[in-house]
């Protein structure tokens, strides 16, 4: 196992000296990225918090940064954490009653995707400010500047692979602590666990707060690497739903599982996009949505999961 | 009261209409089948592509092209729950939840393919109604009417009919209705086909007043579900109460402020209503 | 009329029955009795088709139920008035009725039948509009064996009809079941009331966790020192 992880590691540190296009380069950041807040999103969601809000937090990391930014000068190194303790604010005001009233299920699902489109509604609402549904680019300086926290793609590149090992290390520290066989505990009957003196609330929320604050972290890096914001592809149902997909694809209990399915997903539809080119709009994400929707149906525990169950029985 | 405050409290009535409609049409399915068909309003704009394409380019006329357009989006229901929902029935609820957002995507972007991503509008110049210095559009007018009607006529099949007297009995004890020589499976297929129905509906009087585009579902879709939440899954009666609450805050809202900030408005109402009374308005304590 | 023969059947890796055989013939009211989860429910559920069976056959009238869909059972001719009356809470009675007459044979004569239940209970009659949620146990236990009436069943099976009623009420429940056998329908009743029921019944059989122990007249069953010791008290 080691040596795997070892291998990989390695393997990550090459492309940057490989003779690889920028398109290629590009690829591989945004596979990082999102792996990122993919990673983010099953820290939460492997514990029965299946939010489809997390286009929410997404939305206020992307945008805090970049309008503190454009329209106060306040470095991303400021705007960042301010997004992010934004984002951790919302998750406790509607994590913190939801746990409290015990919103579960189908209910969950409902207030967190009400709350994504809050903020998505909220950003078009807001258009003098924040160029609305046409989108806004952050002020741009030359490139690599630390202060205004763009780069060229290489630099960006080991920024990704960067985060995206943090992500990973914390979703194993995650899995590690105490809090693991409590939440287990806790999707699978929380008066049972509330019962053996977990406290349900609590672990709860940690984990809401943990998931959201990378998830903004997340979508400021990948905002101010796209150097473009969309209320509709950084916030609402639509991204939520993607990062749920592309998370449940891969697999959600499994380390690995997330950034599986942002290989998955991002290699796919880049695939399909080259595939039909610009003759066939849309045919790129039909098929994607029928894969999905098969995903689902077949493969619920995402292809790391049937892989690692596979691995088990063999080795029963 | 200023005219134009009247005018957004009528316009969030007849508004009320068909988002009680669509809301019935989500209710029904929930209560039966037990999922959520997040792709509900994609169905819609399914059949107002229908409807154009019917109308708008082969110049089939609109008293044909709807009831087509009725029937073919309560075939996508029957579709939608024999290739989608009736496979997973058994596993976690959430797992139908994100098939049919599968779908979601599927339906969106298959619209893109063959439409593209314009708006596109059947072309039709209804009347605006003069009442006092009140102005109504006809349209909007008629779409109320109709869905009412619709509601009406779904009501008395649900009373009158041995299926319809079925899908409410369903809800309430599943496991027996063997018992009752009904074949679940049968039930579950008749109710999508109806709730499919119900969107077909909504997207004949819904052609009328909006364009059509791709993600025109993303318009009506969130707010359904929060309408069906608010008046309480399963509940009916909660359900037409619920959209017309909606409707108001979403018309009034906008006249003040602006329709973005009143469809916030009407989510965060929603997002509180679920902790202080989650099963509903309208609905029973489990 | 209604053969049941090495029948096994139970939940998950839990085997509620294993190997219990019992007849029914035609115009016999039978009983079937004996301890809290000995699996009398199991077996009625098995019968009506609610629950598959793992081995065994159930033949009634000569058709194997194995060949039926579980929710043509009825059209055959079995109707189960099941445990806890399982009435549609939110439905009025009437409309409970109703869904008893679903099966498409029954259709047809659901207003002669109607009235014909109403006659039987005529307290029905006055409660037909009412919520059948809104009801007192006993009505509720009349409501659920006029639904399984509507559909004129040649076998009735009636689970624990006398569970969690008032003494006076399980009385009249009583009352009702015999009327039921007068009207010429043959019936087979699970009970715990074991000494209530052997004064109604022809046969009965004793089932003890799984499988059939004793079986026998009522009278036999009556005067056997162990079933008096056990079930009567005595």
Redesign the interface.
């Known amino acids: 196992m080691k040596i795997a992880w070892t291998l990989l590691g390695a393997a990550l540190l090459l492309p940057p000296f490989l003779p690889i296009s920028e398109y290629t380069l590009h690829i591989l950041i945004l596979v990082l990225l999102w792996a990122f807040v993919y990673t983010a999103w099953t820290i939460m969601g492997r514990f029965g918090l ?1 939010s489809l809000g997390h286009g929410a937090f997404l939305g206020l990391g992307t945008y805090a940064t970049a309008l503190l930014w454009n329209h106060w000068g306040l470095t991303p190194w400021l705007g960042l954490p301010l997004g992010i303790a934004t984002a951790v604010l919302v998750a406790l005001v ?1 994590g913190y ?2 746990s ?2 015990k ?1 579960v ?3 969950f ?3 967190t ?3 994504t ?2 903020v998505r ?2 950003i ?2 807001w258009r003098d400010v924040t160029g609305g549904s046409l989108g806004m680019t952050p002020d741009l300086v030359p490139a690599n500047s630390l202060m205004a926290l763009q780069f060229t793609r290489i630099t960006w590149y080991w920024v990704a692979l960067g985060v995206w090992a943090v992500g990973l290390v914390i979703w194993h520290r995650v899995d590690r602590s105490m809090t693991r066989s409590a939440m287990d505990a806790i999707s699978d009957d929380e008066t049972a666990a509330a019962a053996v003196g977990i406290d349900v609330t609590r672990q709860k929320l940690t984990v809401t707060i943990i998931s959201a604050a990378l998830t903004a972290l997340g979508g400021g890096l990948i905002g101010q690497y796209q150097m473009y914001l969309n209320p509709e592809t950084m916030a ?3 991204v939520s ?1 993607q990062i ?2 592309a998370a ?1 694809s891969g697999g959600m209990y499994v380390i690995l599982g997330p950034t599986v399915g942002a290989v998955l997903t991002i290699v796919l539809q880049e695939f399909l996009r080259v595939l039909f080119g610009t003759h ?7 098929i ?3 894969m ?2 098969l ?3 077949f493969m ?1 525990t995402g292809i790391c999961g049937v892989v690692a169950e596979r691995m088990r029985r063999k080795r029963a | 009261m200023d005219i134009f405050l009247l005018e957004a409290v009528v316009n969030g009535i007849l508004l009320g209409g068909v988002l009680a409609l669509l809301a019935l049409g989500l209710n029904l399915i929930f209560g039966v089948i037990d999922v ?1 068909w ?1 792709a509900y309003a994609e169905l819609v704009m399914c059949g107002m592509y229908a409807i154009y394409w019917l109308y708008a380019v082969h110049g089939v006329p609109l008293f044909l092209a709807a009831p087509m357009a009725i029937v073919f989006v309560a075939i996508l229901g029957m579709l939608v729950h024999k290739l ?1 929902i009736s ?2 029935l058994g ?5 139908q ?3 049919t ?14 439409f ?2 314009d708006f596109r509008n059947i072309g039709l110049r209804l009347p605006i109604i003069e009442i006092g210095d009140l102005f109504i559009s006809f349209a909007r007018l008629m779409a109320f009417s109709v869905a009412l009607l619709g509601m009406v006529v779904l009501w008395l099949f649900l009373k009158r009919t041995y299926v319809g007297t079925a899908i409410r009995a369903i809800a309430q004890d599943r496991e027996i209705m063997v018992l009752m020589g009904v074949d679940p499976k049968r039930v579950y297929l008749i109710t999508s086909a109806l709730g499919g129905g119900l969107a077909g509906l909504a997207s004949a009087l819904l052609v009328l007043q909006y364009d059509v585009h ?1 993600f025109i579902g ?1 318009s009506f ?2 707010i359904t ?2 309408i069906c ?1 608010l008046g309480g ?1 399963g509940s009916m009666i909660g359900g037409f109460v619920a959209a017309f609450i909606m409707s108001q805050i979403i018309s009034v809202g906008g006249f003040y ?2 329709i ?2 009143s ?2 408005l009407a ?2 109402l ?2 509180v209503m ?2 202080v009374r ?1 099963q509903g308005l309208f609905g029973v304590k489990s | 009329m209604l053969e049941v023969s090495g029948l096994e059947a139970g939940y998950g890796s839990f085997r509620a029955l294993h190997d219990v055989s019992l007849t029914v013939a035609a115009g016999e009211a039978v009983a079937v009795v004996g301890p809290n989860g000995a699996g009398k429910t199991t077996l009625m559920r098995t019968v009506s088709g609610l629950l598959g069976r793992r081995a065994g056959r159930i033949v009634f009238e000569g058709t194997d139920l194995a060949t039926v869909p579980p929710h043509r059972i009825v059209e055959l001719g079995i109707a189960h008035v099941p445990e806890n009356r399982r009435l549609f809470p939110r439905l009025t009675v009437e409309e409970n009725l109703k869904m008893g007459a679903f099966s498409p044979a029954a259709r047809p004569h659901f207003a002669e039948r109607l009235e014909w239940v109403y006659s039987l209970f005529p307290r029905m009659r006055e409660r037909r509009a009412q919520v059948a949620g809104t009801m007192s146990g006993g009505e509720q236990q009349m409501c659920a064996i006029g639904r399984a009436l509507m559909s004129k069943p040649k076998l009735l099976l009636m689970d624990e009809p006398s569970a969690g009623l008032a003494p006076v009420i399980v009385d009249q429940v009583f009352d009702l079941v015999r009327r039921i056998r007068q009207e010429g329908f043959t019936v087979l009743i699970v009970e715990q009331n074991v000494r209530q029921v052997l004064e109604l019944v022809d046969r009965a059989y004793v089932l003890e966790v799984g499988t059939i122990g004793k079986s026998g007249t009522a009278a036999e069953l009556k005067s056997d020192p162990a079933i008096r010791e056990a079930y009567l008290g005595i």
């Open positions: 299946v509607i009653p939801c409290r009233f919103v299920g189908h209910y699902a409902l207030v995707l009400a709350l489109e809050v509604l909220s078009v609402a609402g149902v639509g739903l749920v997909f449940i066939f709009i849309g045919a790129a994400p039909t994607y949505g029928i999905l929707i995903f689902i149906i619920p | 959520v997040i989608i496979p997973i596993s976690a609820p959430i797992n939840l994100l098939a957002g599968g779908l979601l995507f599927f339906l969106q972007s298959f619209a893109t393919l063959l593209g991503a791709p993303l879709g969130p579900f929060m939440v899954l402020t602006s973005e900030l469809y916030v989510f965060l929603f997002i679920i902790f989650p």
